[in-house]
Each structure stands twice: as C-alpha cells, then as structure tokens.
Nanobody, 111 residues
C-alpha cells in the first residue's frame, strides 16, 4: 500500500526529497521514520490529513513533511543533511485499525 523512493547518496549539507506513494484510501495521518544501522526505528515527522505537522527536535528547521492528498503521496524534503541523518527511511500511514509501512529507502550522507 505504501511505496517509498527518493533515497540516495548526498554530501553533508546537501538536500534530498523522499516520496511515498500510497494506494487505496487517504490515510488520516502519515509519518516518516528513520532507522539507522543497529538502532531502533524513530519518528522524524508526521502530518495529519489537513496538513498539521509535527517534527522531532533533531530535524526541525531542516526537514519539511508534506502531502498531496489528490495524489495520495507523502513527501519529506531534507535539507542541510548531516552524517547522522544516514539511515533507512520508512513512511507510515495510519489506517482505521492498523498502521501500514512502506518498504524503506536508504539515505547515505557522506563526503
């Protein structure tokens, strides 16, 4: 139901835009998580259907979450990337009875 893409290799300070295409109904809330190697999966940002957003302190001011409900697609604009942003990024959609996860897209930040 969720297909994430857009990951890649960037130098520190660079930018990247992730996309997550959803099929089926529009989720009430969607989010981006990251999972670095050997670590747990952590929330970066989420967004409600009407566009209300939440960011963790580590990405606030650098990342922007957005969604296009007409295309049923979630985005994450990542600016000022840091080496510690390197991780597999997952999108999540919150349905009525359960959450749905995308397959993950790898972001590498290295000079």
């Amino acid at each position: 139901q969720l297909q994430a893409c857009g990951g890649g290799l960037r130098q520190p300070g660079g930018s990247l835009r992730l996309s997550c295409a959803a099929s089926g109904s529009v989720f009430s809330r969607m989010a981006w998580y990251r999972q670095a190697s050997g670590k747990q999966r952590d929330l970066d940002a989420d967004i409600s259907r009407d566009g209300s957003t939440y960011y963790t302190d580590s990405v606030k001011g650098r990342f922007t979450i957005s969604r296009d409900n007409t295309k049923n697609t979630l985005y994450l604009q990542m600016n000022s990337l840091k080496p510690e942003d390197a991780a597999v990024y997952y999108c999540k959609g919150s349905g009525l009875y359960r959450d749905y996860w995308g397959q993950g897209t790898l972001v590498t930040v290295s000079s």
